[in-house]
């Protein structure tokens, strides 16, 4: 196509200059090719880490194992160690060609934030030195005024400081040394997700680990497991800037559906596009580089989706990698001539895209606690977390729920491909019927020995059953499949420590109830095994509401939870309310993970950010409306009419007007979307108007949500409309089926 020669017979907008010129370019496009290292992945696999290896070969005994004890066991490094520990990590990063350091955190924002400084200084001496000492380790003041901290730190106030946190190790990004930090206040109150994920961790790991004592004296400690599964879009670079809406609100706000997208059914588990593959590779590549142990890749079930899912590992640090797995990506795409997309719809019409996140706890003796085990003995154990894990979602339901929301993440739940806004469990059929067996087997009476054994008998056959159990179901939130959790609500984009901290919390606060019940009867001189037997039958009874095996996706469900008495909110600013709840403030508080002022801030911060994506996304679409769509409309219809007016030249008026007739059916059409197209966006503009008056959050959210959000569907409605009808080769915007097959 000549874009020159269009231009002088049809004077195409720059706009659609520019998607013509980037069609052109993803054509001409080739596979980067990557240097692949050619050795095993063993070999160097963390290289970039500064990791216990390392660490043993750059620190002192002493500052090793300080490090050690802080890692495994939380324990304080004091200064002298730290300045050591700070020495033999900046020895090395500068071996390894490193100029700066940063700390690196995670803002309430859902990204990572660092500031770089160098490591080189000079003094009034005029001597050139690389410094970094233990107090530029431990702690830093970022300027921090401008992260959100939902009114935990007023402008006024602006310092927080970050804080190492020895349980994740330093790693090296380019030519910079990053330390994983914590976020906090001066007044002490965390301003970001890793400081309560890691009170979490540590309360459920006491919690837990008491529990284990009453079937193995061994086990000491227990940390959980996070296993993420992410899903991403990639579009090609050229055609992604060539959509504002993409660039400024990260999704589509127009687009008509492509004739195919993923009714065939081709795309999941297809070959991977060679230019895809090349990407992979290479991020892959870099993620090894930070040990991080990605195992799988394929594509999803959109066209242009994928997934990349690690090895699991303890959760706090899986947490850290998903978030640099996500930094590498976007990086590396750039040079592939992509962009990553991590929103949870950036299209309409095709599947959105999720973090799984498959979760469970894992014991210092290696037991997988919500895998069956070999005797009766750990089967036992491992009913006794399922069930508390089925009652903690049962009671924090709501909480979870909101733990999940996000603005792009609406768009998923409920629609028909993702877990819906109801909380529910799967357990499959046989661990269903397990706990189902307990509850009518147990009584308040002790158990007779034959009762006991046969009870023990089936608890033991668990192994056997789940081994060729496959049923699995991917319509459930949140499903156990065999050996973990998978709470398959979480918006890709999200950082998953929010659902973790809500999750791991839930269960730890349940897990100490269950064993302060379970000691009562035991002082009581219930035996310790009819003493359990008699709580969990009594939490499996009153979590029964929460256990659904069937399709989540149907209307059905819907009525059936409604009947059962589980919530059902869709709407995300009333969803987030759980944040605030008494019961939530107190279980957070309690469970010293976070103060009633820290939860306040989260859902602050959570309310404040869904209300400016809606006022983005209106804003983009008004202008895009406006200023692009309706010209290239009335460009089109100009046409139309130069036409029929040459044809009333050429012939009888009547006859014309027949002949004529599709042209003038079109002329009419568009304007009649031009005219809906115009008042919509000026009324959607009132609404913001009136929405950015309220000063109260919640009344500003809840007006975008209920006054301004319903527009950006019917405006989109009337471009969609308008798109099937005008000359393709004057519309501004690159189309679905440009956008969605990497070519
Ligand atoms: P699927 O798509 O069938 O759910 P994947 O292989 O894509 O399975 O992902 C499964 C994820 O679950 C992986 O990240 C894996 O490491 C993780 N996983 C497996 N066992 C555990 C566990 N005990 N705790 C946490 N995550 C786990
Ligand atoms: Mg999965």
């Not at 330093?170 to 965390?190: D, R, W």
């Not at 033991?460 to 499949?481: Q, V, W």
């Not at 007739?661 to 059409?669: N, R």
């Not at 409605?717 to 097959?741: A, G, M, N, Q, T």
Request: aromatic share 8%; glycine share 4%.
């Amino acid at each position: 196509m000549n874009i020159e020669y269009l231009c002088t017979i049809k004077k195409i907008t720059h706009m659609a200059i520019l998607r013509f010129k980037a069609l052109e370019e993803v054509l001409k496009r080739q596979p980067l090719s990557v240097q692949l290292p050619n050795v095993p992945v063993s070999d160097y696999f963390a290289m970039n880490v500064f990791d216990r290896p390392k660490m043993k070969k750059y620190l002192s005994k002493e500052a090793f194992e300080s490090v050690v004890m802080a890692m495994d066991h939380g324990l304080k490094i004091d200064r002298k160690m730290a300045d050591q520990v700070a020495s033999g990590m900046k020895a090395w990063a500068i071996e390894k060609g490193a100029s700066h350091y940063t700390h690196w955190f995670h803002p309430l924002t859902d990204s990572t934030a660092e500031k770089h400084d160098g490591f080189f200084e000079t003094n009034f001496d005029g001597d050139k030195l690389e410094v970094f000492d233990g107090d530029k380790l431990v702690q830093q003041e970022p300027d921090a005024s401008s992260f959100p901290s939902g009114g935990i730190r007023s402008t006024f106030e602006a310092r927080g400081y970050t804080a190492w946190d020895p349980s994740s190790p330093a790693f090296m990004v380019g030519q910079t040394l990053c330390i994983p930090t914590i976020f906090v206040s001066y007044t002490g109150e965390a301003l970001d997700y890793k400081a309560p994920l890691l009170n979490a961790v540590s309360v459920l790991d006491k919690a837990a680990a008491a529990v284990c004592q009453y079937f193995d004296k061994d086990i000491t400690k227990v940390h959980s497991t996070l296993g993420w599964e992410q899903e991403y879009f990639l579009v090609d670079d050229a055609l992604y800037n060539a959509r504002p809406d993409l660039i400024l609100a990260e999704r589509t706000l127009m687009g008509h559906a492509s004739a195919k997208n993923q009714q065939l059914e081709d795309h999941y588990f297809g070959a991977i596009p060679d230019r895809v593959v090349a990407f992979m590779q290479e991020f892959e590549i870099e993620s090894f580089k930070l040990g991080i142990p990605l195992k799988t890749r394929h594509n999803e079930v959109a066209p242009n989706q994928f997934e990349v899912a690690p090895i699991f590992e303890e959760i706090s640090l899986a947490n850290d990698h998903n978030l640099l797995v996500m930094d590498v990506m976007r990086r590396v795409a750039r040079k592939h001539n992509f962009r990553v997309l991590f929103h949870e719809k950036p299209f309409k019409g095709v599947n959105g895209s999720a973090k799984h996140n498959n979760w469970s706890m894992a014991t210092n003796t290696g037991v997988n606690l919500l895998k069956p085990g070999k005797n009766p003995k750990s089967n036992m154990m491992f009913l006794t977390f399922l069930a508390n894990v089925v009652k903690a979602v049962f009671d924090h339901a709501d909480l979870l729920r909101a733990s999940i929301v996000s603005a792009g993440n609406e768009h998923r739940l409920g629609a028909n491909e993702a877990p819906p806004a109801i909380v529910s469990v799967f357990l499959g059929t046989h661990v269903s019927a397990m706990l189902d067996e307990i509850v009518t087997k147990v009584s308040n009476k002790p158990l007779t020995p034959d009762q006991k054994t046969e009870l023990k008998l089936n608890i033991g056959k668990i192994p056997e059953i789940l081994m060729d159990n496959t049923d699995r179901n991917r319509t459930s939130p949140f499903a156990f499949t065999g050996n973990r959790f998978e709470f398959r609500a979480v918006g890709a984009s999200a950082n998953s420590a929010a659902p973790m901290i809500a999750l791991q919390t839930a269960v730890a606060d349940q897990l100490l109830k269950f064993k302060a019940e379970v000691d009562e009867l035991i002082e009581k001189d219930v035996k310790k095994d009819d003493a359990i037997f008699q709580v969990l039958r009594r939490i499996i009874l009153d979590s029964k509401a929460i256990r659904f095996e069937g399709n989540g996706y149907s209307k059905e469900w819907a009525e059936e939870a409604e009947r059962r008495g589980l919530t059902n909110i869709k709407e995300a600013q009333e969803a987030l309310k759980a944040y605030i709840s008494e019961k939530t403030l107190k279980l957070f508080e309690e469970n010293g993970v976070m103060t009633e002022r820290e939860s306040h801030a989260r859902y602050e911060v959570r309310l404040e950010k869904f209300k400016k994506q809606l006022q983005i996304e209106s804003r983009v679409l008004g202008d895009l409306a406006i200023n692009h769509i309706i010209p290239t409309a009335i460009q089109y219809q100009n046409l139309l009419i130069n036409n029929v007016e040459g044809m009333m030249d050429i012939f009888e008026k009547a006859e014309a007007k027949s002949l004529a007739k599709t042209q003038i059916d079109t002329i009419k059409a568009i304007s009649l979307h031009v005219k809906e197209i115009v008042e919509k966006c000026e009324e959607m503009r009132l609404a913001r108007k009136d929405a950015n008056e309220l000063e109260d959050c919640e009344e500003a959210s809840q007006a975008y949500a209920r006054k301004v959000k319903p527009y950006l569907e019917t405006i989109r409605e009337h471009i969609d409309s308008l798109e099937l009808i005008v000359d393709d080769e004057l519309w501004p915007l690159p189309k679905y089926r440009e956008l969605l097959f990497v070519r």
